[in-house]
């Protein structure tokens, strides 16, 4: 069993911050069943819904303490721009007040997330428009999760995300830890379950943690 649950400031839990084992281990925290887990994470990534009173396959009692306790972890996007080719750029304020970006680009054979893994970018690439912005602090793997499953509620519903780049604001392989637990929550097959194929990671080239990758 991992270590309890961090309850954060604020008092909530981030649902999307957790991993299905994670998601387990606080069920049976609660004295509830693992399964629940299953249920949960499918209920907010697979069928998009947010509020807990509609998981009608959980206990009244379950739902309550969800909702007096937890949140969903799906960002609130501030601002939306659409360019006429269909991309959409998303901007989302996140709980301490910084902003990162996504930006959605359907294609006539796939539909590209581009998603933000830190808050400003240390690397100074002269390309970059994120190397203006000083770093501030990396994304947790709620806040990376959490800009899927916003966008996927964002867009028509005969639309789905087929790929995620890990390209937006930041180095993603400075923000190792975190990274590697939001794609094993993204391919969780209870949840969104994309194929560890369809998710790309861009970097400059840190070799250390390229050799943690294998």
Not at 16 to 25: A, K, R, V
Not at 146 to 158: D, F, S, T
Not at 183 to 197: A, M, Q
Not at 198 to 214: C, D, F, K
Request: hydrophobic share 40%.
């Amino acid at each position: 069993m991992n270590a309890p649950i961090a309850i954060p400031t604020g008092g909530r839990i981030n649902l999307s911050d957790l991993s299905l084992e994670e998601l387990g281990d606080l069920m049976e925290a609660w004295g509830e069943k693992r399964f629940h887990a299953k249920q949960i994470v499918a209920w907010i990534h697979r069928k998009g819904v947010d509020r807990f009173e509609e998981m009608t396959n959980l206990g009244k009692g379950l739902r309550a303490r969800l909702a007096a306790t937890a949140h969903t972890g799906v960002l609130s996007a501030e601002r939306i721009e659409r360019s006429e080719d269909g991309t959409m750029k998303f901007l989302f304020r996140l709980s301490d007040g910084r902003t990162i970006e996504s930006v959605f680009i359907p294609e006539a054979r796939r539909n590209t997330l581009c998603i933000s893994t830190q808050v400003g970018c240390a690397m100074g690439c002269t390309f970059c428009a994120t190397a203006l912005v000083r770093p501030v602090r990396n994304l947790s793997a709620g806040e990376i999760v959490g800009q899927v499953l916003a966008v996927q509620r964002a867009i028509p519903p005969e639309v789905s995300i087929s790929n995620l780049v890990l390209m937006g604001m930041g180095e993603p392989l400075r923000n190792y830890e975190n990274v590697k637990k939001a794609v094993g929550i993204l391919t969780c097959p209870f949840g969104l379950s994309f194929s560890g194929r369809r998710i790309t990671l861009s970097t400059v080239g840190l070799v250390p943690e390229i050799a943690r990758m294998g």
